[in-house]
């Protein structure tokens, strides 16, 4: 897995051995990133069930002024650590480990707000609810603010979660990108 645009440009990923983490096709980064250029640089990037951190490593190379990475995983957060320092990232980089609900508690408590907010969950996970309700909740975002999750195409999520309104939401077969903007 490389970078596919931006300051960081082929460049490559690493990624975590074995099969508990689903990194993100590239087919669905290049939409999913693309669509949200213009928001990157209106603060940081959020990335929940980060993995390997692909996804918020391209919102980096593409101009997010920094990033936040949330993941469980042990294997995944070897990878995602290891691509951090060997891309020069870590001046612009927090890794957590935690659960995504917990984490965007504690991200609330300290005055975290985001941009962007991406949640790639594992598919047909009870995770994927308490996440995006943390999120939905709105105090860890900024006004304007994009909120994207990555899920299953026969497991949409809700249409109106907490103070998020439906943008627009791209299909790849199996996988699907929902977009939600937070204008309170």
Known sequence: MRVLAGALKGQRLTTPRGRTTRPT?????IACLDTLMPFLDAGPFLDLFAGAGG???EALSRGAPSAVFVE???MALRALRDNVERLGLADRVRVIRADAARAVADLEATG???GVVF???????ARAAAALDAVAAGRVLIVGAVVVIQHGTKTPPASAPGALTLWKARRFGETTLTFFRFDA
């Open 119 to 125: 949640l790639d969950p594992p598919y047909d996970s």
């Open 55 to 57: 996804v918020g490593i």
């Open 25 to 29: 096709a590239d087919q669905v980064r």
């Open 72 to 74: 469980q995983d042990g």
């Open 112 to 114: 975290g707000r985001f």
